[in-house]
């Protein structure tokens, strides 16, 4: 027996040994507001709300990690997860989770007609029930719903049961249960009709009408209404003795009756699809792959689960993966969406259907923006549609499945818990082998969501001999129905296909006994499905033939036009043959208009097979052309599919003709993010070029490109020396090196920045800048003495200045503002116009109130366009500035806004914009002085080193060092200082983050009470970061500065300073800094043994503090006054 959370009565936990014993009210109460959300992340603050009920005390985090700990040590160390920002409970289910299971198992045994089964497994989710729904704690705000739900989940369930035991005819204690019912909660009207009905059938008439009659009087009484048209009408039929009423059979005569289906042999599997879906009804969605051998009936299952589940109303959206290469990025969903359109979309317009709101995409979106828009676009396109129910969403065919196509269905996929999505894929297993792109994704499935395996095998004998009666039209013998399974066994399309072939040749014979007989001993069954489809090729015309071998080159559904043209057979005549196919059920009709596929890829590949290689590359280049001309008189064909025709024929003349669309192919993936199908689009459009092509270089140049947005950095770099060897131009080493360093390895970016400094001379100034500061980086970073700050070296500032004039940088955050620092030098020498961009405004200019409305703008434009990193950075921004001003509570909704942004970017790097979201946290902890330990916890992976982030290794060092003087770790802090320390000595005041970097220091031996540095620190900011003055949330140069006089014993010096601050952040409306001021000189007179010179100061800081809601800096005031 697994651990059991129990929730429908008082909250315990039911072990293997037996119950477990739990602690007091708040533990019990931590592990319900787990429980209810289990497998999810329950944040901090959720927690906090929920044990405290909106008041905790100060030190409620720590107190929360205690219980933590204690149910850990009680339940075992891997049921409660730590998962930022809060936990997750692990367990195996809950009594509530058993409970909607068996409710659900017993409503599809009601829908089928079993009520007999439907009793015992309503029995059975009742018996769950030990009181009221999360006893304890129902009337709290976490548990309030949840339990409300679940009440009416017994109650209803508690209904159902009794209609199932009415149902079933006579019983003897269906009145005293149908009383027991009613007098539990006699407003529910049902519970009387069922009393009434119970009554009637127990020969009880008088007692019936009575019900009714008191029925009326509560109503009338209670809530001042008349009984509803069921109630009347079943007093009616009381009255006048409706046969109806009469119970029907106590047991049914046979199986229940079931809608035809023509899935044979599938209902365990069909009933548990059906049965997610019913559970999605309840809660959350999940996950199921269907796994089996080619023909053994996956898609047939698909089929009827769809159609099953649509019949009851439910949205389905489906799709299918395309065999080969000459296919749409994340074909699949483009499919599964194509309804909403008028055809199948673009990459483009499914863009622009799955990011909602009609918005286009941004124009300025890099590819990883655009794959990031769609991915994440498509996630919320389904989740809206299972919005207020179920939605669910086939994949078929996942066995060709592109890596786009996995990382859709993993990025869906992860929404299924928290949406009622019910995605349902289907894959042959033989072919999923570890490098394919399918392996990594169902691996991570397992602990990502709710995933099972259905896995499919061959027919049982009694579904067999089924399936064989309805396909040779009539009873089996027994051998032949022995001859089929040893032949087949029992795939169901082997079956039919080889039954067909005996049909059409006469072999089926009646016998005596009336069953169906084979006429021939088994040997004479042809060996093997692709023989039987050979055979049955021959009863064909000519031209259906034709027809045949030209679909059989194209991936899944094939143009019925273009395929007739290639075949060379007119309209009439081409009409003609496809009706012969689709009478053989060789093709069926696809979902597209005017597009076929064969009725299984096995038929296909026996078609293709029978084609020799020169017919086959022959057929490849007419169809190519065909399709080309279709698409220049206006039908939809995709690029893809031409290019894929032409490079299908590459070793014949004219397939040259496939570039254009072998390259429109690949911007139309990269457009929607696909940058592997881009990458293989290009290289096909590189083999069809003729010799000495003038394009090739252009389109090396731009395969190489594409190979960095892939991923495939080493292929990238070689791909951009072979297009400089072909002829390229130098740009391409700055092209390909900016795609580098932004899909994310600096490294072969700065490789190739040192090879492209040998053609200088040919570039244009700015890319001559870009190669010059990409350069200088990796010199840096390969120079063990280098501080982690960008050093004033020769040509940086040049390049800079390039940069900032050529207008590039628009728009460009951190190197727009590293720019403008490094030309003017100067905060007051920044042009007033550059305080348009908030970057600027607030991490330079310290404009935080203009920089607020600057960022919530572009963070929402940036939302609505797509482009979600570039959100994160701006929303993390806004979020820094309301901090900074003292909204707190502004500032925390802008985090969390941006922490969901975060959720919905896949393998979002540690690159800028997550480090500029880390930066609003460690504002938002700073600003309440709480929860440290945690903070730096989570700040611990950017300090591992890095060459991508060498440049900033010493401000990221000097926040670590904060961090641990914050939590009095004293030595540790005074360890991490050396780094920034000598940066701040070598490095100009316009680095990115150097006066903060100062600052950062100073705090850390201001924290610590230690003089370590303090002169060299002191110089940096006096000679540096004062006289450039850029400022930066959160932080003061002035401050810093009076911290430092402070330890060094000059506290008049140090009073100055103070007043500078506090005149400073006054102007700037940075209240919480400034109550820190007031704090800090309390501090310095403690210190020095001076208490009566702390009290202004102290007594204003507390007020702020209180007033601004810096819960752990009143700690830590208190703590002073107590101690000094």
Known sequence: MNTVVRLLGPVDVV??????????????????????????????????????????????????????????????????????????????????????????????????????????????????????????????????????????????????????????GVDPDAVAECEELVAREPLRERRWVQLMLALYRAGRQGEALDAYRRLVRVLADELGVDPGPEARALEAAVLAHDP????????????????????????????????????????????????????????????????????????VLSGRCPEGVGRRPYHPFAEAVEASLDGAPTPAELQGLVAGAGSPPGPSLTPDERRARLLDGMARFVAARGETAPVVLIVDDLHWADEGTASMLRHLAGRTRDHRIVMVGAYRAGDVTGDHPLADTLAALHSEAECTVITLRGLDREPLCRLVATTAGGPPSSRLVEAVA???????????????????????????????????????????????????????????????????????????????????????????????????????????????????????????????????LRLHLALGAALSAARRAGERIAPAEIADQYHRAAPLPGAADGVAAAVEAAEDAADAGGHDECVAFLAMALELLPEGDDRRAALLGR????????????????????????????????????????????????????????????????????????????????????????????????????????????????????????????????????????????????????????????????????????????????????????????????????????ARIPGLPLGWQLLHHEGAEDALTAAVDDDWRERMARFARWMRPSPERHWGSAGITAIGARGRARLGETEAAMALLAQPVRALGLAPAWAPNYARTAYEVAEALWLSDRRDHVAVVERALRERALPADFRFPMTDSRLALARLCALDGRRAEACSWFDAARAVLDAQGARPLRAVVDHDEALMHIRAGDPAAAGRCAAAADAAFTELGMSGWSGRLARALRTG
């Open 703 to 902: 395969r190489a490109e594409g190979l960095a947005w892939a991923l495939r950095f080493d292929e990238s770099v070689e791909a951009a020396r072979a297009a400089v060897a072909a002829g390229a131009g130098p740009a391409t080493w700055v092209d390909v090196a900016v795609a580098l360093a932004t899909a994310g390895s600096i490294t072969h970016a700065w490789q190739l920045a040192a090879e492209g400094r040998t053609t200088v001379d040919e570039l244009d100034p700015v890319g001559r800048a870009v190669l010059r500061l990409l350069d200088l980086e990796r010199r840096e970073a390969a120079d063990p003495e280098h501080p982690g700050m960008p050093l004033d070296l020769p040509g940086r500032r040049a390049a800079l200045e390039t940069l900032l004039a050529s207008g590039r940088l628009a728009g460009r955050g951190d190197l727009a503002r590293y720019a403008l620092a490094a030309v003017h030098g100067r905060r007051d020498a920044i042009p007033p116009t550059a305080a348009d961009d908030p970057t600027v405004a607030a991490f330079l200019l310290g404009d935080y109130a203009g920089a607020v409305p600057r960022f919530a703008a572009a963070a929402d434009a940036a939302e609505a366009e797509g482009r979600l990193a570039w959100a994160v950075y701006c929303r993390a921004g806004e979020a820094r500035c309301r901090i900074a001003l003292g909204d707190l509570a502004a500032g925390r909704t802008a985090l969390e806004r941006s922490r969901h942004l975060v």
């Open 244 to 315: 109806r009423l009469r119970p029907g059979p106590a047991s049914p005569p046979g199986p229940p009756a079931r809608p035809p289906s023509t899935c044979v042999g599938r209902e365990r599997e069909l009933d548990a699809l059906v049965g997610h879906v019913a559970d999605a009804e309840h809660g959350g969605g999940r996950v199921t792959f269907v796994a089996g051998e080619p023909g053994i009936g996956k898609t047939r299952l698909l089929a009827e689960f769809a159609a099953r589940v649509g019949a009851r109303g439910v949205r």
């Open 486 to 616: 040893t032949e087949t066994d029992g795939n169901p399309f082997f079956v039919r296909e080889i039954l067909a072939h005996l049909r059409e040749d006469h072999r089926l014979r009646v016998g005596a006994d009336g069953t169906v007989e084979v006429s021939l001993p088994l040997s004479a069954v042809p060996e093997g499905v692709r023989q039987v489809i050979a055979r049955r090729r021959r009863r064909l015309s000519p031209a259906t033939n034709r027809l045949l071998d030209v679909a059989a080159t194209v991936d899944g559904a094939f143009a019925f036009g273009p395929v007739r043209d290639a075949a060379g057979v007119g309209e009439t005549a081409g009409l003609v043959a496809l009706d012969e196919a689709l009478q053989a059920q060789l093709v069926v009709p696809a979902s597209t208009p005017d597009r076929y596929e064969f009725t299984h890829a096995l038929i296909r590949h026996t078609v293709a097979q029978e084609l020799n290689p020169s017919r086959r």
């Open 15 to 168: 072990g293997p040994a037996g119950d477990i014993a739990l602690g007091g009210p708040k533990e019990r109460c931590l592990l319900a507001v787990l429980a209810t959300r289990r497998d999810r992340v329950v944040t901090e603050d959720q927690l906090v709300e929920a044990l405290w009920d909106g008041d905790p005390p100060r030190t409620c985090t720590k107190t929360l990690q205690n219980y933590v700990l204690r149910l850990r040590r009680r339940l075992g160390s891997a049921t409660i997860l730590t998962r930022p920002p809060g936990y997750v409970l692990a367990l195996a289910t809950t009594d509530a989770e058993a409970a909607r299971a068996a409710i659900a198992r017993a409503r599809r045994a009601t829908e089928r007609g079993d009520h007999a089964a439907a009793v015992s497994a309503f029995d059975e989710a009742l018996g769950l029930w030990r009181g009221p729904a999360l006893a304890e704690f129902a009337d709290r705000s976490f548990a309030r719903t949840e339990a409300a739900l679940l009440d009416e989940l017994r109650a209803t369930a508690a209904e159902e049961r009794m209609a199932a035991v009415l149902a079933l």
